[in-house]
C-alpha cells in the first residue's frame, strides 16, 4: 500500500470548472509537494508546504497536517491545465510520491 | 538561469547492459536527487547525495549506484540491466537535503531496455 494516496485517479472537467484533487497521507511529513507533470515526462513543482495554505494565480494548495490531507484546486479551469497532478511527502531525506492524477479539461 | 539539466535525453539499451546518466543542479544547489518512474505510476525515491555524500537510498538493488562530483553534479550508474529498469529517471536538486527546501526536477532521461 502506497504511503501517498491521491484521488480521484482521473478527471475529466469542463472549461471554466472548479477542480480538486485529493491526497491522504499516513505517515509523519516534513512538507508536502504538489507536482505538474506534462506529456513527455517534464516534473514542474507547484507548491510546497507544511501547513495552512498557498495561493498562485488560479492555483490554491491547502494541508491539514493533523488529518495527514491536502488539496489542490484549480479554479477557471483551462485545457491548458491537463495534465497529471502528483502529490508528495517528504520525510527525512526522500519523497514519497502518489501515482498522481491525470487531468483532462475539455474546451 | 538554466534549470537541472540531464543527459542524455533518450537512450536505448539491451538486457545485460550496463548505463550511466548524468545530472547538472542548479548552480548554488548541493543536494540531487534520482527518482525512477516506470510508465502510469509515480516516481520511486533511488539516491540522494548531498556535498559529494550519500544521504539516502531507496528500495532498489545493488545493481543501482550513484555518485556526486565536486561540482555538485551527479551519475546515475545501473548495471545488468533487466527489462523492468525501463523507465523515465528523474534527478532533482535542491539547495540543502532537508525537506525545507524545495526540489527542482530536471527533464528526465527516458531509458528503454530491449
Known amino acids: 500500500k502506497n504511503e501517498v494516496e491521491q484521488s480521484p485517479q482521473n478527471l475529466t472537467a469542463q472549461e471554466g470548472e472548479f477542480i480538486t484533487i485529493n491526497c491522504s497521507y499516513s505517515?509523519?511529513?516534513?512538507?508536502l509537494h504538489w507536482l505538474q507533470q506534462h506529456p513527455g515526462g517534464g516534473i514542474v513543482s507547484l507548491f510546497m508546504l507544511s501547513s495552512g495554505k498557498k495561493k498562485h494565480g488560479r492555483l490554491i494548495a491547502t494541508i491539514n497536517i493533523q488529518e495527514k490531507h491536502s488539496s489542490l484546486h484549480i479554479t477557471a479551469s483551462h485545457p491548458r491545465d491537463s495534465a497529471v497532478y502528483i502529490c508528495?511527502?517528504?520525510?527525512?531525506?526522500?519523497?514519497?510520491f502518489g501515482e498522481g492524477t491525470q487531468l483532462t479539461v475539455n474546451p | 538561469d538554466a534549470g537541472v539539466t540531464q543527459s542524455p535525453t533518450h537512450l536505448i539499451k539491451t538486457r545485460g547492459q550496463q548505463v550511466t546518466l548524468r545530472c547538472s543542479p542548479i548552480?548554488?544547489?548541493?543536494?540531487v536527487s534520482w527518482y525512477q518512474q516506470v510508465l502510469g505510476q509515480g516516481p520511486q525515491f533511488i539516491f540522494q547525495y548531498y556535498e559529494k555524500e550519500e544521504r539516502g537510498r531507496g528500495n532498489f538493488p545493488d545493481r543501482f549506484s550513484a555518485r556526486q562530483f565536486p561540482n555538485y553534479s551527479s551519475e546515475l550508474n545501473v548495471n545488468a540491466l533487466l527489462l523492468g529498469d525501463s523507465a523515465l529517471y528523474l534527478c532533482a536538486s535542491s539547495l540543502g537535503p532537508s525537506g525545507a527546501y524545495e526540489q527542482y526536477f530536471g527533464p528526465g532521461t527516458r531509458l528503454t531496455v530491449t
Open positions: 505517515v509523519g511529513i516534513s512538507a
Open positions: 508528495a511527502t517528504k520525510s527525512g531525506s526522500r519523497l514519497t
Open positions: 548552480s548554488g544547489h548541493k543536494s
